[in-house]
């Protein structure tokens, strides 16, 4: 079974700050990988996916993650963040043999500060 | 909008009652998944379906059951509600391979 670890629970950054979320996982083949994001009172939103090749991968709002096989790491960054960028931020892992299950990561909640 | 509603979007009932929550789709997507948001443990999967009458569980299934009688509508049933099962409860969809879930809006249980 695969399982994922965020190992930030909360992320305090000032407005314009770099920011980095780190996300391990664990499984015995090879997996997809995913970040969410949900903003207060909403549900989640897609950020971006790993499917394969590349390993670093760009989505939507500046945020990029990169991919590392050895580590087995899914760090999200983003260069500078905004204050509408203050929301929970979830890891995700599903494997293609599971049925497309995810399995999330306990979450970091990001907190930008003007 | 990848055309998901659930219904309803928020409920308090009492220990004891039976609830039923109600997830809809548009897309005709195959896979179907519900899960239960808690502080501390981000999402958990309670029950998916694979197609109609095709329905398995997650991690934490006790207390739940599901049914999906047909492509758009997957129900998720608490027989009985417990004070433990105070959630968010979000129904997601994805018609599998390459592709990502997409996640409804959620319903906010409180079991008194």
């Known amino acids: 079974a695969q399982s994922v670890t965020q190992l930030d629970s909360q992320v305090p950054v000032f407005e314009e700050a770099p920011v980095e979320l780190r996300c391990n996982y664990s499984?015995?083949?090879?997996?997809?990988l995913f970040w969410y994001v949900q903003y207060p009172n909403q549900g989640l939103q897609l950020l971006l996916k790993?499917?394969?090749?590349?390993?670093l991968v760009k989505g939507i709002n500046g945020f990029e993650a990169e991919f590392n096989k050895s580590q087995t790491s899914f760090h999200l960054r983003k260069p500078s963040v905004h204050i509408s960028d203050t929301a929970e931020y979830f890891c995700?892992?599903?494997?293609?043999?599971?049925?497309?299950?995810?399995?999330f990561g306990a979450g970091t909640t990001v907190t930008v500060r003007a | 909008d990848a055309g998901i509603t659930q219904s309803p979007r928020h409920k308090v009932t009492e220990t004891g009652t039976p609830v039923t929550l109600r997830c809809h789709q548009t897309e005709n997507h195959r896979y179907m998944y519900w899960y239960r948001q808690d502080p501390g443990h981000g999402l958990r999967l309670i029950h998916y379906?694979?197609?109609?009458?095709?329905?398995d569980k997650g991690e934490v299934s006790d207390g739940y059951s599901v049914s999906r009688s047909k492509t758009e509508d997957f129900l998720l049933t608490l027989e009985s509600a417990t004070s433990s099962q105070t959630s968010v409860y979000f129904c997601a969809i994805t018609s599998g391979g390459y592709n990502e879930q997409f996640f409804g809006p959620g319903t906010r249980l409180t079991v008194l």
């Open positions: 995700a892992v599903s494997v293609r043999t599971n049925d497309y299950k995810l399995s």
């Open positions: 499984s015995s083949v090879s997996v997809y």
């Open positions: 790993y499917l394969s090749g590349s390993t």
């Open positions: 379906s694979y197609g109609v009458k095709d329905t």
